[in-house]
C-alpha cells in the first residue's frame, strides 16, 4: 500500500502534468464559413431569438440540460478546513470528473472568494441560468443549511452534496447491514457523532423527518453528539440546527459524553474526526454492533480494533478497506435523473429512493459487502431511474 506522502507527491505531479483535470471540448467542428455561420454569427441568432420567447427552450438548445454548476467557498474542504477558494479548485475540478465519468454530466468548478452567505446566494442566483442543477459542495455549516434552503426556488435542482449525499449512502448501507445481522431498522439506537452538516442530514433521515413514506419507519432512538457531548436540553450555546434536533433525538435528555451515549447503542455514526472511538466504547453497545467510522483520511476509529472491539460491521469512507461510504454513489445518478426529468427540486423523498436503490445493487449483503463499489456501473442507472419514477409519480 502506498504511503500517503507517497500519493501526495504523485499527485502533485499529475496537477503540474496536465494543469488541472479537465478542460472545455467542442461538440462541433468548425471547418469553413458555413460551420461558423451555424455556430455563431449570423445564426446563433436564431435559439437566442426561441430562447426570449420561451426560456424553457435553454435546455433544448443550449448546454443546460446536461450541466451542472460546483459551487464551493472553500470554507470546508474534504479533511482540510477552511482552505478559501483559490485552494478548494483542485477537488472542485475532482468532483467535475465524477459527473461526467459516472453520470456523463458536463459540471465546471465555481470557487467564490466570499465566504458571506448572502453573496453568495445573490451570486448563485445570477449565474443560474446556464445550470440545469447546482452542486454545492464544502460549504461549512450552518451556513450551509440557509444557502441551500435559499436557493429551491431556482427552479432546478439545488443540492449540497456534504449534507446529504453522506446520508443518502450510508442509510443505504444501513438497511443492509440490518439484513445481514437480522436487527429490525426501527428498533436501532443509534448515535451520531459529529452535529455538523452530514450528521443533522443523517439524524434527519434516520427519524424520518419529512419524508412522505409509508414502508419506512425511523429508528427507534438516535443520540447526537458534538465535540463537546451529549446535544441535550441542558446545553446552552446550542446554535440553532442543534436546538432543533432536540424536538427529536436524545427523547431521554440524557447528559454526558460520548461513552455515555453509547452504552447499549446498536449503531455508531462517525461524521467527526480521527480517533475519537474506543474500542472499550464498542464493548459497551449492544450485541452485534454497527460501526460507521467515516472521518477522513484517519477514521474514528480504526477497523480492525473496531472488529477486535465486537463490531460486527464496520464502515468507512476509505477506498483501502471493505465497506466504503462513498458520495459518488449518490450525487452522478441524482443529478442524471433530475436533469433527465426535468426536476426542479430534489426532495427528501428522492433522497430515501436513492437509498433504496443504493441498497438494491447488493444483491446478497455480506458483512465486508453492505454498499456497493463506486465502480458498480449499475448504481447510477438505478439511482437514475429511482430519481425518475418519482418525478413521473408525481406528476400523474
Known sequence: MKSI??????SLQLHAKHKGK????????????????????????????????????????????????????????????????DAAIPVMEGKAILFKEFAGLDAFPICIKTQDTHKIIELVRNIAPVFGGINLEDISAPKCFEIEQSLQDLGIPVFHDDQHGTAIVLIAALLNSCKVLDKKFEDLKVVVNGSGAAGISIIKMLKKIDINHDSYLPVREVIA???????????KALNPEKTQLLAYTNTENIAGTLSDALHGADVFIGVSKADV?????????????????????????????ALKAGAAIVCTGRSDFPNQVNNVLAFPGIFKGALTA??????????????????????????DCVIPSPFDKNVVEKVSQAIIDICQNKTN
Open 22 to 85: 479537465i478542460s472545455i471540448v467542442s461538440k462541433i467542428a468548425l471547418r469553413d464559413a458555413e460551420d461558423l455561420s451555424l455556430a455563431y454569427s449570423p445564426g446563433v441568432a436564431a435559439p437566442c431569438l426561441a430562447i426570449q420567447k420561451d426560456p424553457h427552450l435553454a435546455r433544448k438548445y443550449t448546454i443546460k440540460n446536461n450541466t451542472v454548476g460546483i459551487i464551493s467557498d472553500g470554507s470546508a474542504v474534504l479533511g482540510l478546513g477552511n482552505i478559501g477558494a
Open 225 to 235: 453528539c458534538d465535540s463537546i457531548g451529549i446535544i441535550s436540553k441542558g446545553r
Open 277 to 305: 472511538l474506543r474500542m472499550n466504547d464498542i464493548k459497551s453497545m449492544n450485541a452485534k454492533p454497527i460501526i460507521f467510522a467515516l472521518a477522513n483520511p484517519t477514521p474514528e476509529i480504526m477497523p480492525d480494533l
Open 342 to 367: 426535468g426536476a426542479t427540486q430534489i426532495t427528501n423523498e428522492m433522497k430515501l429512493a436513492a437509498s433504496y436503490a443504493i441498497a438494491s445493487c447488493v444483491s446478497v449483503p455480506k458483512v
Open 5 to 10: 506522502e507517497d500519493i501526495y507527491q504523485q
